[in-house]
């Protein structure tokens, strides 16, 4: 039974894992175009620039960040 409730564990933590990134690629996607989209407009330059900067860290740590695995 141990052995089972450890595999579930495994599961929802893979899931949970797999939403994060997937949220944070959306997101940073959302915010660089809208980062592009204030950024086009001289008046808005200033706050578009660094919400597209933030948007493709976001982007970037969502698709090419692994978290830390525990040794079994």
Do not use: D
């Amino acid at each position: 039974m141990k052995e089972a409730h450890a595999s579930e564990r495994h599961l929802l933590e893979s899931g949970e894992r797999i939403l994060a990134h997937t949220i944070a690629v959306a997101l940073g996607f959302v915010l660089m175009m809208v980062g592009l989209g204030m950024g086009v407009t001289m008046v808005l330059l200033p706050i578009g620039l660094p919400l597209g900067l933030v948007g493709l860290l976001l982007f970037v740590w969502g698709m090419f960040s692994a978290a830390p695995r525990k040794q079994t």
